[in-house]
Each structure stands twice: as C-alpha cells, then as structure tokens.
C-alpha cells in the first residue's frame, strides 16, 4: 500500500454505502488521519457504537477482506461539524447528491481555503452547486467533482460491514479553481491524494470539458431501467425484489439505448456551435459498460448480455419496501429515481434545450418520475423553474445559455 509522506486530515462527509467503503480503505492508509462527518438521523452513534463492538471490516470477496478489530479502529465518526471540518486537508463528500446541498451548507462556514473540496461522486452539476454555496460563504477552495463511485458496494452490516463488489478500471474527474485563483498558499494536491487512497483501481483520468463531464457521469444508467420495470406495474406486490440488473429485458435496453442516443445526439449539437470541443467518450452504454468493467463482463455481444453477466452488477435487487405481509413494493423514493432525475436527466434536459436538440425518450422518462417523487419538472413540455432544493437545473444557478454554461467555470 502506498502512504501519505506526511500526516493528511481526510473528512468524509456521509453514512451510506460509499462512505463506509471510503472509510475502511482511507483510514488504512499510513499517514491518513480520516474522520467521518455524518449528520443523519442517528447514524454517527450507530456508526460509532458498532466500530466499538465488531470494528470495521471491508469485504472485497469470501476471501479478501481488510479488517480493523475493535478498538483499534483507524477512523472515528461523528456529528460535530464545527469541531471537525476547521481542520480538514481535504473533505470528500461521499452521499447522494439530493443531499449534496445540507452538506454544502453545513461544512462552508468552517472549510479551510487550502482543503479542496470533493463531490465523490460529484453527478452532474455538482461544480456549479459546490462553487456557488462556497462562493456565498466567501470560501476560496478547489472543487473536484468525480464521474462516479469507484465502486459497487453495500452495506452488509450498519457501521460494521461493506461488501465491494465492483472496482471501476478508470474513472474521471474535474477539478476547478476558479475561487482559490491566484492565491499563493500551499495547497495539497486532492488528485494525488485520492489516487493514493485509491491505490492502482481505478486510475483517476482529468476530464477538461465540463460539458462532456455531465454526460460522462451518466445519469441515464438507472432511471430507464426503473421506468421499464415499473411503468405498466399494476400495483400488486411482488414475492421478492427482481433482479435489477441482470434483470433487464429488451425493453429496459431500449429506454437506455433511446436515452444514451439522446445525449450523443446534444454532444453533436454542441460540436456544431464550439467544434473544437471534445467529446470522445460520450458513447453508447455498451461501449460504457466495457470501458469500465472490462474484465468483470463475460458476455460482451449485446447490452442486455453485457448486463445480464456483469460481475460487478451480480445480485443487485430493484429498490423495494417489505410490506405488513412480507412482500415488496417499489422503492420510487430511493436514489436511481430521486438523485438520477432531478440532479442527472433534468441537467441533460436543459443542455438539450440548449442546443436545441429534441429528447422525447428523456422527456418520458421524466414526466413518469415526476409523479412518482410528486414534483414537476416537465410542464406542458417546457423545463418547469425550480428552487435550489428540487434539483440542479442549470438555470437555477444563473446558467441560461450553453455560453453561459461554459463562462460559468472561468
Ligand atoms: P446511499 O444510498 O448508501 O446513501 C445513503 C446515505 O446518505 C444515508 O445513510 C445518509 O448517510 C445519507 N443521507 C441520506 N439522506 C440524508 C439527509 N437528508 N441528510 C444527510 N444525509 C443523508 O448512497 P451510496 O450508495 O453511498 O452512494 C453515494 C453516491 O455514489 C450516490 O451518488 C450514488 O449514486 C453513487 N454510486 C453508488 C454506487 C454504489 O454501489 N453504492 C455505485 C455508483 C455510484
């Protein structure tokens, strides 16, 4: 393993899944002093109470796994931001990002100007919530923003237990420093500093067109996949959760090829007003899926077979709530509608209108998940105005144009 040369305060912001697998490996790292800031519900005492019980375990396979016993645990959690993010060499944020907001809110009074400041991941649009709310509080930090976790992983046990079950190959990234501009101070380099927490998987590759980014973080993976499934359900409840993955039909590969050809067909668009611009990578899921699980996929022909056998995807379940009688029901409230839509398809929504570029799969899409998480996004066909807390619309940021979009980041 590598190691930090000298002592790195690393705060992790978040109790879900990632924050879990963040902690375990960070916190391994010679040198890394990581604290866990995490806000919700009661989640710092459970946390906290179960590192003290059974220590913390990071379960890669049956096999493989890096443990810390109890009381020798390298990492603490807690709730106390004030206490907390003063002292931060850099701060990751690690949570859906329909909670990116409350975090923003809460560490930018006390963020320090040298300690950079990362969305992991960031979803579309986190640059400009990040660099607005830290404008507001008068802050000069970097932004980093991340494509998408580097892992698939779950928790197996709250506080105690995360399975991997995924590693990407590569994943990108943004970094803006537009509010530390010309501010001499020394400052650590979040870059080396996650590749080292990362280790060789996945390799952290810089992406410069923020445009391009956007597309590139994919919001346009989970929620056609919900809407196949779940758009003709007829209410009833199921015996168990399907698959959600390796569960996929041609129908579900349609909505996602239609709404992947949309994004191709805005990247074209943007190419004919700024042709200088790169968009290389902004491709079909199938040439997505191989790029980033090369070597966990077995059957590579199709999208549905590069689905269906994606190791990485093996026995991930629909969303569902158990109901009185221990059947299922949907989980519409979860994240790959309520953070995939509002904070993904809707940012992608605006880009098109844009350029002018018509997405009839997209709108769909949007206007069935709309009623399902009782906003309104879509109105007559038209982007609705929202307010900060419903979502990442561009225009809510000032962002009115696709000039706009890029003058922002300067
Ligand atoms: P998660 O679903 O485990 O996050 C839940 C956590 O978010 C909660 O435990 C809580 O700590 C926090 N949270 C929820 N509501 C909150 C509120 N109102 N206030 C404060 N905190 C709140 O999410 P997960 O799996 O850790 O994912 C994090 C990000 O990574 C998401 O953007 C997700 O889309 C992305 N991602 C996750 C993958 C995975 O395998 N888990 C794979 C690829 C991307």
């Keep these: 393993?590598?190691?930090?040369?000298?002592?790195?305060?690393?705060?992790?912001?978040?109790?879900?899944?990632?924050?879990h697998t963040l902690a375990g490996i960070s916190s391994l790292v010679p040198n890394a002093c990581v604290t866990v800031v995490d806000v919700f519900e009661n989640e710092a005492?459970?946390?906290?109470?179960a590192l003290a019980n059974y220590g913390f375990t990071v379960r890669f396979s049956k096999d493989v796994m890096l443990h810390q016993k109890p009381g020798k645990v390298k990492f603490r959690v807690t709730n106390d931001v004030e206490s907390v993010v003063p002292h931060s060499d850099i701060l990751i944020i690690c949570v859906p990002a329909y909670t990116h907001e409350i975090y923003l809110n809460l560490i930018s009074p006390y963020v320090p100007?040298?300690?950079?400041?990362?969305?992991?991941?960031?979803?579309?649009?986190?640059?400009?919530?990040?660099?607005?709310?830290?404008?507001?509080?008068?802050?000069?930090?970097?932004?980093?923003?991340?494509?998408?976790?580097?892992?698939?992983?779950?928790?197996?046990?709250?506080?105690?237990?995360?399975?991997?079950?995924?590693?990407?190959?590569?994943?990108?990234?943004t970094l803006i420093d537009k509010l530390s501009k010309g501010n001499p101070s020394k400052r650590l380099d979040p870059v080396s500093v996650l590749q080292t927490i990362l280790g060789k998987k996945p390799?952290?590759?810089k992406e410069e067109n923020m445009l391009k980014y956007t597309f590139l973080c994919r919001p346009t993976i989970h929620p056609p996949i919900m809407y196949a499934r779940w758009k003709n359900w007829d209410g009833k409840p199921l015996d168990k959760p399907p698959l959600f993955y390796q569960g996929v039909d041609e129908d579900s590969v349609r909505y996602m090829d239609g709404v992947t050809d949309e994004s191709v067909k805005i990247a074209a668009a943007v190419t004919e007003i700024f042709p200088s611009m790169d968009f290389s990578g902004v491709s079909t899921m199938q040439e997505w899926l191989l790029d980033h699980y090369t070597d966990q996929i077995t059957n590579k022909q199709t999208l549905l077979t590069c689905l269906q056998t994606n190791k990485a995807y093996d026995g991930l379940l629909h969303p569902t709530t158990k109901t009185a009688d221990g059947k299922y029901v949907p989980d519409f409230t979860y994240r790959y509608i309520r953070e995939d839509v509002p904070y993904g398809l809707i940012v992608v929504r605006q880009i098109a209108d844009f350029v002018g570029v018509e997405t009839p799969v997209i709108d769909e899409i949007i206007l069935w998940a709309q009623e399902k998480l009782g906003k309104q996004f879509i109105q007559h066909g038209k982007l609705c105005k929202l307010d900060r807390t419903d979502g990442r619309l561009p225009m809510t940021y000032g962002i009115n144009t696709i000039e706009d979009f890029f003058n922002f980041f300067k």
């Design 1 to 19: 393993m590598t190691e930090f040369s000298d002592k790195v305060n690393i705060t992790i912001c978040g109790g879900g899944n990632g924050a």
């Design 45 to 49: 005492e459970r946390w906290t109470n």
């Design 113 to 173: 100007e040298t300690c950079p400041v990362v969305g992991m991941p960031g979803q579309p649009g986190f640059e400009y919530q990040a660099l607005t709310i830290l404008q507001e509080h008068g802050r000069k930090c970097k932004v980093m923003s991340i494509e998408t976790l580097p892992w698939a992983c779950r928790i197996s046990k709250y506080g105690q237990e995360v399975d991997v079950v995924g590693t990407k190959e590569e994943v990108c990234y």
């Design 203 to 205: 390799q952290l590759a």
